[in-house]
């Protein structure tokens, strides 16, 4: 199976339901979702969720990214060591490379 890194810019945003928590995520651009998708089917664990490493400025890291059917794509949660490390705050637009860990 052919698997390359996606990269892509999008926002960092706060999940309204735990803003008290601060939980920060990226939403994945459509078409990348849409082509996880397809790859990864049979792979998806709970939740839908799909293994992932991720890299955004020089921090690298593996996580999931699990499926919101009210985005119609994939949520990449960015844990706080990694925001504070790259300094980054809800509405900063981040570079991301995410790299699909079951699909090698």
Known sequence: MPCVPYE???PLWVWDARQADTWTFVSLPEEVADEIDEL???????????RVEVTVGGT????????SK????????VKQAVRRAERLEPGDVVHVRLDLVDAH
């Open 8 to 10: 892509f810019d999008a």
């Open 40 to 50: 990864m089917a049979r792979f998806a664990r709970g939740f839908g969720s799909v």
């Open 60 to 67: 690298t890291w593996r996580t999931s990214i699990f499926p």
């Open 70 to 77: 009210q985005e119609r794509t994939y949520m990449l949660p």
